[in-house]
Every structure is written in C-alpha cells, then in structure tokens.
C-alpha cells in the first residue's frame, strides 16, 4: 500500500481547514428548507412502506412476471428501510427530536432489520465513524472472512446475511440488560413474524417452508451490493494506527471513498452510503438528500485545499478486491505511513 506523501498542515491547520469546511456546509444547511434536511428522506421511506402492501399482493399471483415484480418491490423495500432507514435512524438524521430519533431507531433497526439498535449504534457510530481506518477499531475488519476464497466471500457468502444477522443478534443479547434484551427480542420476533404472516395469509403461500424461502430470497436481494459497498468504501485506503493516526479532516479524505451515482443503490442504500460516503464521515448527521446537496462544496474544497477525494466505480472496485484478495481481505493491512501528517 502506498505511504500518504505530500507535505501537510500540522494539527492546528488541520483544525482550521475542519472548521473552515464546517462553515461552509452550516451555510448550505442554514439556507435548506426542512423538506431538504429531513422530507425527502422520510418520504422515500415513507413510500417504501406503502409500496409493501402492492408487493406481497404479487406474491399471490402465478404469473411469473408478476411474481419478479413482488419479489423486486419486496426486496427493494426491504434494503430501503434496512440499509437507509438504520443507517439514517442511527445517526439520528431522520429528525432533530431526539424522542423521535430512539423511536425509528428501534423500529427500523429492530423491528425491520432484525438487529439490537444499541449494538448497531455503538459498532458503527462510537466505532466505525470514531475510528475510522484504524486497525482492529473501525477498519471494516467486522466484515473480514479470511477463512473464505474471494468467489465464495464475494458472490456466495452475501446470501447468508439475512441468516446470519439475527443470529448474531441473539449472541448479543447475552451482554445487554435484561429489560433491554427483552424488548429487542421481541421487536426483532414481530418484525420476522410480521413478514412470515404476511407472506401465509397475504401472499397465499400454502407452507411454512415456501414462505420462509421467500423470506429469504427478498432478504437477499440486494445482499451482494450491501456487502461490496462495505468493503469497497474503506478497504484497500491507507489504514492508521490508534496512536498515529492523522486529524480528523485527513483521516477522512484519505479513509473514505465515494462510488458513483447508482440509481437502484442510491434509493435502498442512500447518498451517505454510495456516492456521498466522504461528506457522511464528515458529517454524519447529515441526512442523505442534504449529503448529496453539500457534496458540490465538500468536494470544490477538499481540491482548492489539494487533500484526496477519493472515487471510483463499482466495477472497478470488485476488480481491483478480486485481483488482490489475499492483501486486502486475508492479510492484516499495514499501517500506512504518515509522511507530513504527524
């Protein structure tokens, strides 16, 4: 992996080119209006809940056609509530009320997710965005299976998800407090039920076994993506150590990579997640829409400052991860030398 080169600011310049930075984006969040900030994200949710209803109708129809298209509206819906919904919830950027914040975060994260809210929370706030790149502390390493060779890790292993994740969920349990396992299981079981009642008496499938397989398959559907993206992003960038590591605003632009605009991601992922990845580790309690809105001035600054702005496609990332698997993904990632940025 090659060294961060170039000569760099020092700690307090780095604060300020931070907070100059945070002027700018305040200044484009103070002139957007609540349907920027916060509408259009709880819109798409919104429809994506509505859209439910329509796609396990489908379900019920022969047609093999029709069936795809349930299944489709099924599986999209459920990535979008999942992946953005979790994702917006946990960072609280769905809504400036922080009762309002607890409760989506429970719904989408228990509820529609299948997973503990407070261990999502602090593995992916308190970790993952307070450490990011750093070795054993927020690198990605939680989605490592070095035990696995790169097809089965990038095309087979995605598939497990939906089956994996309440399993881990249920591990977790034993480390939370009574009350609060409690309540997680039961919000995790109505989600999953819901869905199994829905598909039986909705959809019309005649066997637990044919319902639970549909289950899995919607599950599934966008398993691969959510995978990639969680690699791609981060993997493969410089890597710091917890006592060298660099300031904020460079630990960020070197860190942190943007893929481009991908439509069917961009609805079920989000902005935060595809295409506006760097602006959401600067921010993370920026909604999506305003993500993709501040993007312009983040990415103007971090070039007139001469700091990375990484980007690159999807494909040439599940290239370049094929090609050196073995680095990226087997072996432990060296710690990038930080020339300039002490």
Not at 128 to 152: A, C, E, I, M, Q
Not at 175 to 197: D, F, K, V
Not at 256 to 262: H, I, K, Q, S
């Amino acid at each position: 992996m090659e060294p961060a080169r170039g000569a760099t600011p020092g700690d307090d310049a780095a604060e300020a080119l931070l907070g100059d930075l945070e002027r700018l984006v305040q200044d484009v969040v103070r002139a957007s209006s609540w349907w920027e900030r916060h509408g259009v994200d709880c819109a798409i949710l919104a429809l994506s809940l509505f859209a439910l209803p329509a796609g396990f109708l489908c379900l019920h129809f022969e047609n093999v056609l029709v069936f795809a298209i349930g299944i489709t509206i099924l599986g999209v819906c459920h990535y979008t509530l999942t992946v953005k919904g979790s994702h917006l919830a946990t960072h609280s950027a769905l809504t400036e009320s922080k009762r309002w914040s607890k409760v989506w975060m429970l719904f989408f994260v228990e509820v529609c997710t299948a997973f503990p809210a407070e261990c999502g929370r602090y593995n992916h706030v308190n970790m993952h965005h307070g450490y990011t790149n750093v070795v054993g502390l927020g690198d990605s390493s939680t989605w490592k299976l070095p035990f696995l060779n790169r097809y089965v890790y990038m095309f087979l292993a995605p598939l497990l998800i939906p089956i994996l994740t309440p399993l881990v969920a249920l591990e977790r349990l034993r480390t939370m407090e009574l009350w609060t396992a409690l309540r997680t299981l039961g919000l995790i079981s109505l989600g999953l039920y819901s869905q199994y009642w829905l598909l039986l008496n909705v959809s019309g499938f005649k066997s637990p076994s044919s319902a639970l397989a549909c289950m899995l398959l919607i599950r599934s559907l966008l398993a691969h993506p959510y995978l990639h993206v969680n690699i791609f992003q981060h993997i493969g960038l410089p890597m710091f150590s917890r006592d060298k590591k660099p300031r904020r605003i460079h630990m960020m632009s070197l860190g942190v990579l943007n893929l481009p605009r991908l439509p069917v991601l961009d609805w079920a992922f989000g902005h935060s997640i595809i295409s506006c990845h760097v602006e959401h580790h600067l921010f993370p309690r920026l909604s999506d829409n305003m993500c993709l809105k501040v993007k312009p001035v983040v990415s103007q600054f971090f070039h007139e400052k001469q700091l990375p702005y990484n980007e690159d496609s999807y494909l040439a990332r599940l290239g370049l991860f094929l090609s050196r698997y073995e680095e990226f993904m087997v072996h432990a990632p060296p710690i990038t030398e930080l020339v300039g940025l002490q």
